[in-house]
């Protein structure tokens, strides 16, 4: 079964601090993965994607098979990245892209 | 493109009235998905169409729930009768399938009260 989670619900830091928030996946295959933001009163967007591999704004996630990972990190925490996160997987069905399954989602508060 | 539509923005009900939610997605996008958002379990994905036909509807939670989608620019999500327990944020979402790491696109979602 497909499934995505994020263990930690809420995750307070300090601004400058290292931030990673954590996402597990299970999926019998080779799934697609991204990670979703959603800032206040602002509609879900897309913040990046596994295959892309490249760094949005100082945050960057690799996929990591072994683990079923996919946690997205940054190094240095700022105000303004307090928001919701998602990460998401997208699997297949049917031999073409299929449905796309989030995780309950991490609140992350950046504390000045 | 303006992105996702949805509409209402905010929906106040009585229990036992009916419901129903718009959506119309990002122009040649082949690919809709219905989101229902709360506190206690994030974001769960109701259901999804791919050019306009229902691939999986295993998370409608009831049969309270329908979802249509009539043509490529327009779907509907109906509740009826609602209930105090269907309050949540129902988002709108599409994409076109290509080759990938595709993005789902969202909209401002609709905020359902059932009183």
């Known amino acids: 079964a497909q499934r995505v989670t994020q263990p930690e619900k809420l995750l307070s830091v300090f601004k400058g601090a290292p931030v990673e928030l954590k996402c597990n996946y299970s999926y019998s295959g080779s799934p697609e993965l991204f990670w979703y933001v959603q800032y206040s009163r602002q509609r879900l967007q897309l913040l990046l994607r596994?295959?892309s591999r490249e760094s949005i704004k100082g945050f960057t996630a690799d996929l990591n098979k072994g683990e079923t990972s996919f946690h997205l990190k940054k190094p240095f925490a700022q105000e303004e990245d307090s928001a919701m996160y998602y990460c998401?997987?997208?699997?297949?069905?049917?031999?073409?892209?299929?449905?796309?399954?989030f995780g309950k989602g991490t609140k992350l508060s950046v504390k000045p | 493109d303006a992105g996702v539509i949805q509409s209402p923005r905010h929906e106040v009900t009585e229990m036992g009235q009916e419901v129903t939610l718009r959506c119309k997605p990002i122009?040649?996008?082949?690919?809709l998905f219905w989101y229902r958002q709360t506190m206690m379990r994030g974001l769960e994905l109701l259901i999804y169409f791919n050019n306009n036909v229902p691939i999986d509807d295993s998370g409608m939670p009831e049969d309270r729930f329908s979802a249509k989608m009539p043509n490529a620019s327009f779907s509907t999500l109906k509740i009826q009768p609602s209930e105090p327990r269907d309050s949540a944020v129902y988002f709108c979402a599409s994409s076109h399938a290509r080759g990938g790491g595709t993005e789902a696109f969202f909209g401002q979602g609709t905020r359902l009260t059932v009183v």
């Open positions: 122009s040649g996008h082949d690919y």
């Open positions: 998401a997987l997208s699997g297949k069905y049917g031999g073409s892209q299929g449905n796309l399954i």
């Open positions: 596994h295959i």
